[in-house]
């Protein structure tokens, strides 16, 4: 088999993450688009809040540490649910809340915005649609420009690049709140667009050979477990998304304690996939790699995206190296993207496999129920 | 082959613990509220400013991390002003930044053996950091309760069960909830924030709850009988709730892969139609919905049940409202007595999930955490 021939537009905005990943840094993550988007006075920013839904939500997980490193600042990602019912006035007070939604419509995000604004707090809408309600709710607009067309399929590359932006506005608020001067601003940005493109550029292909060499294994189960930790599990977090999303089963997310509490105890193991979001420089790096040990053990082989040593790993997991994140928050916004071939080749590889969201076709046509659920602000 | 009936699948620990909820536990919460109360005026002794936190981080692994979640509303509550993160214990033992874990703030772990690892390193990594801890924990000597500034002994209840066969825990997670909850108690107590007359108000109403909570269960058994013969055709179980929901949707997903090693998912009910409503096999797909009639997202939470039924999945919506306001009718609906106090429902709402886990796990001829036999006994 060529894998060339299995490169379903999923799979594409895996691999060609370098090529799809630089208009899109280049048109929306310019200085200028960074400064826009935060307040006048960014010193009045005293803790952060990364919202979405779905992927979005993901995506805020992923990237809270870098604000929380770079701007030594309070910083979470949680849901848009979560963000407009439940967040308390302690939690906004000073608080920059950025709402992630590509088409800026759902009106969970909309809610999240007035109920943040209520409460003082200084809203960005991360949107690639400005002229979108959420874009209209918000104080100020970071706009995705250059996103390609991947509408039916379930979003990578939007993600990739929400996490990406985000960073970059981390590095921005760093810099304008003095944490970091202008030539370690620059140096971040450097780095970031270099990891993105180059360096992913030099993996890439190797990545894409090994889940491909895995996927005679990898399509006997049918369902999946994704475990990371801290901003590595916004990672598993994503690709546990895309296995409803792309072939429609079952996936679990956990961090790799809290899996030997719970998810260890699963039955059918010989039905389960699970991979790992792995940083190198994760706090909790030797728990993972304990976690890891412990799945072979059990004949749960994992496949582990890591941008650590390889030989850290037991020798029969299946390991997608990805180059060493020159940032310790910096992997964390990258290390979906090999596991998320684990849920775009099986699909590419079942002919009778029903279409990425079942085609949206009954029950599952949604329609525009996310955009007319009913909105409350507390 | 005999057939098992309700009387066979109720003579496993797991049954039994539910059975004797109504009248073990309002005694526990007694001893837990003398014990947090007592904690909680001792620390006042120590330092006026120990009682009155600016952020608290409450951890466990497990049971104890949905405790931790489960008890985070009614800390929120008696705590005005304070910021209340419910964290996993990998996350504070190295994902939460240092800087969040100052002076002025209070970290609580739970761990009921008093040994579990990772909260051992999450309450140490706080504490080194400048953070107030207190372990809430089964035994006085054990490593929790020695290496935290504060402990609050939970008692330890004795689960009927053979020798050499552990059981999941349902009266240990609810002696967790309440400990967490009353030391909230006691720190608002000791605060001056609310009157020794509610205090002890609290603690009545609880023992009240947990009662009306175990009776009612009993009550349901016939009916939760029939209902898990009908989900033994199930071959994936999605749990969604809400922030305090949320909690018992996680704890009733836990139950079942402990018990009969269900492949289990669990959301938000927003994300929830972000990503799970796209699962395809909904004829073998049960969706537990828990909805509090006081959850600030309520309209959300009846917005999804109609999506529940409309895919074609068994849809089963545990909740205090009155049966009349959940819809369309072909939803099975368990009832549960009204909370006294909103903050109270995740203290004893997740008796009839449990006992849903029980029955099952005897009717599948599982042993409960796969009989710690090879591969689960690592």
């Not at chain 2, 001056?192 to 023992?207: F, P, S």
């Amino acid at each position: 088999m060529n894998r060339l021939d299995y490169h379903s537009p999923m799979v594409r905005q895996a691999v060609e993450t370098p090529t799809m990943l630089a208009p899109i840094m280049e048109a929306s993550f310019t200085d200028e688009a960074l400064r826009a988007a935060l307040p006048a006075d960014p010193s009045s920013i005293k803790q952060v809040i990364l919202s979405g839904c779905g992927d979005s939500f993901a995506s805020g997980v992923a990237t809270y540490p870098a604000f929380e490193q770079l701007c030594q600042l309070p910083a979470q990602g949680i849901s848009a649910l979560y963000c407009g019912r439940y967040t308390t006035p302690a939690e906004f007070e000073g608080a920059l809340v950025v709402l992630n939604s590509i088409s800026g419509g759902p009106s969970r995000v909309i809610e999240s915005a007035r109920h943040a604004k209520a409460h003082g707090a200084f809203t960005v809408a991360f949107t690639s649609n400005p002229d979108s309600p959420l874009a209209r709710e918000c104080d100020s607009i970071l706009q995705l420009k250059e996103l390609p067309d991947t509408t039916g399929t379930p979003k990578v590359i939007a993600y990739t690049a929400s996490c990406v932006g985000l960073f970059y506005l981390a590095a921005k608020l760093a810099e304008t709140q003095k944490k970091i001067d202008g030539a370690e601003y620059q140096a971040v940005r450097d780095a970031l667009y270099r990891y993105g493109t180059s360096d992913f550029a030099a993996v890439a292909d190797t990545i894409d050979e090994t889940v491909f060499g895995y996927m005679e294994t990898w399509s006997k189960f049918d369902r999946y477990a994704m475990l990371g930790d801290g901003g590595d599990y916004g990672a598993a977090l994503f690709a546990g998304f895309k296995f409803p999303e792309s072939v429609g089963r079952m996936a679990h997310w956990d961090d790799t304690e809290n899996f030997n509490h719970v998810g260890y105890f699963h039955r059918e193991l010989d039905k389960i996939g699970t991979a790992m979001a792995v940083s190198a420089d994760s706090p909790t790096l030797q728990q993972a790699i304990r976690t890891a040990r412990v799945l072979c053990e059990m004949g749960r082989i994992p496949v582990i995206a890591t941008d650590a040593e390889r030989e850290l790993f037991p020798p029969e997991a299946v390991v997608c190296t990805m180059p060493r994140a020159p940032y310790p928050w910096m992997a964390a916004g990258f290390l979906h993207i090999p596991l998320t071939l684990l849920a775009s080749y099986p699909h590419a590889l079942e002919p009778d496999m029903l279409a990425p969201y079942r085609n949206k076709q009954h029950p599952w046509d949604n329609g525009d129920r996310l955009r007319k659920s009913h909105i409350e602000v507390l | 082959m005999a057939t098992i009936t309700r009387n066979d699948c109720e003579q496993n620990a797991l049954s039994k613990q539910v059975k004797e909820f109504a009248v073990l536990v309002p005694g526990y919460i007694d001893e837990i509220y003398a014990r947090a109360v007592k904690v909680a005026a001792d620390m006042a002794a120590q330092d006026a400013v120990l009682v009155r936190p600016e952020a608290v981080y409450v951890t466990g692994c497990g049971d104890s991390y949905g405790a931790s979640m489960a008890a985070a509303p009614a800390l929120r509550a008696l705590l005005p002003g304070c910021t209340v993160h419910p964290v996993r214990a990998s996350d504070l033992a190295g994902h939460v930044a240092a800087f969040r874990l100052k002076r002025g703030v209070l970290a609580m772990g739970i761990s009921v053996s008093g040994t579990t690892q990772r909260v051992l390193d999450g309450m140490a990594r706080a504490k080194s950091c400048g953070a107030f801890t207190i372990g809430l924990t089964g035994g006085t000597d054990s490593p929790l309760s020695r290496d935290c500034d504060r402990a609050v002994a939970l008692p330890q209840p004795e689960v009927s069960a053979e020798p050499g066969a552990p059981a999941p825990s349902v009266l240990s997670y609810a002696i967790s909830c309440l400990g967490v909850i009353f030391t909230g108690v006691g720190l608002a107590l000791a605060a001056g924030t609310i009157t020794q007359e509610q205090a002890e108000g609290y603690r009545e109403d609880a023992k009240a709850y947990c009662a009306a909570c175990g009776e009612r269960c009993q009550e349901q058994a016939d009916d939760l009988f029939v209902l898990a013969q009908e989900l033994m055709g199930c071959d994936g179980f999605d749990f969604v709730g809400d922030d305090a929901d949320f909690a018992t949707a996680y704890f009733g997903s836990c139950k079942f892969a402990e018990g009969f090693g269900a492949f289990t998912v669990y959301d938000d009910s927003e994300n929830w139609e972000h990503v799970n409503h796209f699962i395809k096999d909904t004829r073998h797909m049960a969706t537990f919905s828990v909805i509090s009639k006081s959850s600030p997202s309520l309209s959300r939470q009846l917005e999804q049940l109609p999506v529940v039924a409309y895919l074609g999945r068994k849809g089963v919506v545990v909740t205090d409202l009155p049966a009349e306001r959940i819809e369309p009718q072909e939803l099975h609906v368990i009832s549960l007595p009204e909370a006294p106090v909103s903050w109270l429902a995740p203290a004893a709402n997740y008796l009839a999930l449990s006992l849903l886990a029980s029955y099952m796990t005897a009717l599948s001829g599982e042993q409960f955490f796969r009989g710690f036999a090879r591969p689960w006994n690592k």
